[in-house]
């Protein structure tokens, strides 16, 4: 038990479709993320909520949306999306930086996407 | 800006020998850093981090690093590894500069792979 809890762990999808993808975090933590891994790529970061508040786009297209409706999910909606995009989607949280600067991240398992 | 490099993408060991994954960074400003452990189908798990003091710190399964100012190194090691360990391997960096974001940087990652 990681103590965030993404879901689904699979997901296939056209590139017409739209589907969503769930984080869940039972930590106490006040901030999210998302990070997308590709192979042979180091991770990216593509969104950070810091008490539900979006302070961090990293130029993310806008085929992904994210939502935040509270401090404990976080869901990344998914639209029109390219081949490219099949990736393990990471879902993290911490504790804000400036409350515990230290905190580190704790990772879900992820969601494995392919776009067909 | 901050940057990881680790120099090997794959680390091929027999079982019972030691291990050292390497890892590089370049800042301009004091940094944090950590080490994380990606199991196959799995998320990132934090290893080891180092914040300040000792240089060198100790994190779970028996796997510890160093911290090196002059040489911007933060090199992993074990002394025995183990079947299990079998994984691959994250070097992260954060900026120590104060901010709202917690933005980590991540290396390439090293495949650990050990062989009976």
């Known amino acids: 038990e990681t103590g965030v809890t993404q879901t689904p762990r699979h997901l296939v999808m056209g590139m017409t479709n739209k589907k969503s993808l769930k984080c869940e975090q039972h930590?106490?933590?006040?901030?999210m993320y998302w990070y997308k891994q590709s192979a042979k790529k180091p991770l990216e970061l593509m969104f950070v909520?810091?008490?539900?508040?979006?302070?961090e786009n990293n130029s993310v297209p806008s085929r992904f949306s994210p939502e935040c409706p509270n401090s404990s999910h976080l869901f990344l909606h998914l639209h029109t999306l390219q081949p490219e995009d099949s990736a393990l989607y990471l879902c993290?949280?911490?504790?804000?930086?400036?409350?515990?600067?230290?905190?580190?991240?704790?990772f879900g398992n992820g969601t494995r996407l392919t776009v067909t | 800006a901050q940057s990881v490099t680790q120099l090997d993408s794959q680390v091929p060991v027999f079982e019972e020998a030691p291990v050292e994954l390497r890892c590089n960074y370049s800042?301009?400003?004091?940094?944090?850093l950590f080490w994380y452990v990606q199991y196959p189908n799995q998320g990132l798990q934090l290893l080891l981090k180092?914040?300040?003091?000792?240089?060198l710190v100790k994190g779970i399964n028996g796997f510890e690093a160093e911290f090196n100012k002059s040489q911007t190194s933060f090199h992993l090691r074990k002394p025995s590894v183990h079947i299990s360990d079998t994984a691959e391997y994250f070097c992260?960096?954060?900026?120590?500069?104060?901010?709202?974001?917690?933005?980590?940087?991540f290396g390439k990652g090293t495949l650990l792979t050990v062989n009976p």
């Open positions: 993290a949280s911490s504790q804000v930086p400036g409350i515990s600067y230290n905190s580190p991240l704790h």
């Open positions: 930590l106490g933590h006040n901030a």
């Open positions: 909520y810091n008490f539900k508040e979006q302070t």
């Open positions: 800042s301009s400003v004091s940094v944090y």
């Open positions: 180092y914040l300040s003091g000792s240089t």
């Open positions: 992260a960096v954060r900026e120590n500069s104060g901010g709202s974001n917690y933005k980590l940087t």
